[in-house]
């Protein structure tokens, strides 16, 4: 009973900020809502100060970014989802960025020092601030005692908790969309829930992103034009991951990547054949591919990055999606 009422009173929160931010639902349903329902979103946007933030484009984005760490991963698994969420909101989520102001430098520091048992100081000849910073981690170029140029990817503080409180959450609204309504039981939101809880205790244990880096690796080591970083095994754990830095150019700079002289549409190319080669020879495959998480190094080589989601092939699925790319090209 207290579970229930303690995660009633978290999605509650959440409904009052999207409230707030004039998002808990499109127009076309808000008309539809009971008049109650209606008064109760006006209310909460009595006095309202909530902006747009970081340029964002609508107001869904903007509230889920405010909920925190868990409420964007929801959202990015959403905009997958146009069968749960309907077409225009699921288009609407692809705006959401993975982004969140960074955390102090001495809490870095410490969770490393934790970590790997020994000061920074003993760790690494340099320790630079954060370039860049997600909802589950963010990211210091450092380098180590030898000379290595490395980045260094450290979870949140307390991320680990406040996503256990919101999973709970959101399993409790899925079990009752299910039981109470028959739109819910065909959607099967509590499967849906489900499968973020796997995603996301995959991404908040770093050693898991690092057997894929080393996984990846080793299938693609004789594969043309792609790569991805080397783990420094000694100074990763469970929420520190090291990997060699990558000097590069971003995949989504393609002015960039113009001046470099680099050929575009073989660059191309190389993204689908390295996929396709990974999911149909290996069975094994970056599962966030998008360019965000792609750079190409100084040799002309593709390099991803950023291995927290990634995915598996059976044999027979191997097999049938290259009978499907086979009737393609017949």
């Known amino acids: 009973m207290a579970n229930a009422i303690t995660n009633a009173a978290r999605l509650a929160h959440a409904g009052f900020v999207l409230a707030r931010y004039d998002a808990l639902l499109?127009?076309?349903?808000?008309?539809?809502?009971?008049?109650?329902?209606?008064?109760?979103?006006?209310?909460?946007?009595?006095?309202?100060?909530?902006?747009?933030?970081?340029?964002?484009?609508?107001?869904?984005?903007?509230?889920?970014?405010?909920?925190?760490?868990?409420?964007?991963?929801?959202?990015?698994?959403?905009?997958?989802?146009?069968?749960?969420?309907?077409?225009?909101?699921?288009?609407?989520?692809?705006?959401?960025?993975?982004?969140?102001?960074?955390?102090?430098?001495?809490?870095?520091?410490?969770?490393?020092?934790?970590?790997?048992g020994k000061p920074v100081s003993k760790l690494f000849k340099s320790f630079g601030p954060p370039i860049a910073a997600a909802s589950i981690a963010q990211v210091h170029k450092a380098e180590t005692l030898d000379g290595k140029t490395v980045?260094?990817?450290?979870?949140?503080?307390?991320?680990?908790?406040?996503?256990?409180?919101?999973?709970?959450?959101?399993?409790?609204?899925?079990?009752?969309?299910e039981r109470f309504s028959k739109e819910g039981r065909r959607l099967r939101p509590v499967a849906a829930v489900a499968m973020l809880e796997d995603s996301m205790v995959h991404e908040l244990d770093l050693r898991m992103e690092a057997a894929a880096l080393s996984e990846m690796a080793q299938n693609s080591k004789d594969d043309p034009g792609f790569r991805v970083p080397e783990v420094q095994w000694s100074l990763s754990?469970?929420?520190?991951?090291?990997?060699?830095?990558?000097?590069?150019?971003?995949?989504?700079?393609?002015?960039?990547?113009?001046?470099?002289?680099?050929?575009?549409?073989?660059?191309?190319?190389?993204?689908?054949?390295?996929?396709?080669r990974h999911a149909i020879r290996d069975g094994f495959f970056h599962a966030d591919m998008h360019q965000g998480n792609l750079f190409v190094d100084p040799?002309?080589?593709?390099?991803?990055?950023?291995?927290?989601?990634?995915?598996?092939?059976?044999?027979?699925?191997?097999?049938?999606?290259?009978?499907?790319?086979?009737?393609?090209?017949?």
């Open 26 to 116: 499109p127009p076309d349903q808000l008309v539809k809502a009971p008049w109650l329902a209606r008064a109760a979103m006006k209310l909460a946007q009595i006095g309202n100060t909530a902006k747009l933030e970081g340029g964002q484009n609508n107001r869904l984005t903007a509230a889920l970014s405010r909920l925190g760490p868990s409420y964007i991963k929801l959202g990015q698994f959403l905009a997958t989802r146009p069968d749960i969420i309907g077409a225009k909101r699921a288009f609407e989520l692809k705006a959401l960025q993975d982004k969140l102001p960074p955390f102090a430098q001495r809490e870095a520091e410490a969770i490393v020092a934790e970590q790997l």
């Open 151 to 177: 980045a260094v990817k450290i979870l949140r503080p307390d991320v680990e908790r406040r996503f256990a409180n919101d999973i709970s959450a959101f399993g409790f609204a899925a079990r009752n969309a």
């Open 237 to 276: 754990a469970k929420r520190v991951l090291t990997t060699e830095w990558i000097d590069g150019t971003p995949m989504a700079d393609v002015e960039a990547l113009r001046k470099r002289g680099l050929d575009l549409p073989a660059l191309g190319d190389t993204v689908i054949q390295s996929f396709l």
């Open 299 to 330: 040799a002309g080589n593709l390099v991803a990055l950023d291995f927290g989601i990634t995915g598996r092939l059976s044999e027979a699925d191997r097999l049938f999606l290259a009978e499907i790319l086979y009737a393609d090209q017949n």
